[in-house]
């Protein structure tokens, strides 16, 4: 059975820090990228960032470039999201999924959600003001 599950979510004030872990299982893990996507109340799904195992290329949204890092322990098949210097409109709930990596893929495919084929249940991240 896929699993995607998260964990790391809460509250934290504005300029604050968050480290979001996504540990997957059920398929293999080296073949996939792991993206993390985010949807605050009444917005679409917005792809945050996505690591990629084939190439280890990482890719960000402009809103969270310099602010967020993420990194992968193949070990553990576990992605973590480092998110720093948070502002109140990076409220939303955050989802981790699973989407096939391979050559000759780019940014606009990790970052978009139309691909990805598994998905974990989110966790909420809140940052006041």
């Known amino acids: 059975e896929v699993q995607l599950v998260e964990s790391g979510g809460g509250l934290v004030q504005a300029g604050g820090s968050l480290r979001l872990s996504c540990a997957a299982s059920?398929?293999?893990?080296?073949?996939?990228?792991i993206g993390w996507f985010r949807q605050a109340p009444g917005k679409g799904r917005e792809g945050v960032s996505c690591?990629?195992?084939?190439?280890?290329?990482?890719y960000y949204a402009d809103s969270v470039k310099g602010r967020f890092t993420i990194s992968s322990d193949n070990a553990k098949n576990t992605v973590y999201l480092q998110m720093n210097s948070l502002r109140p409109e990076d409220t939303a709930v955050y989802y981790c999924?699973?989407?096939?990596?391979?050559?000759?893929?780019?940014?606009?495919?990790?970052?978009?959600?139309?691909?990805?084929?598994?998905w974990g249940q989110g966790t909420q991240v809140t940052v006041s003001s």
């Open positions: 059920g398929f293999t893990f080296d073949d996939y990228a």
């Open positions: 999924a699973a989407v096939p990596s391979g050559p000759g893929h780019g940014r606009s495919y990790y970052l978009s959600s139309l691909w990805y084929d598994y």
């Open positions: 690591i990629s195992s084939s190439d280890i290329s990482t």
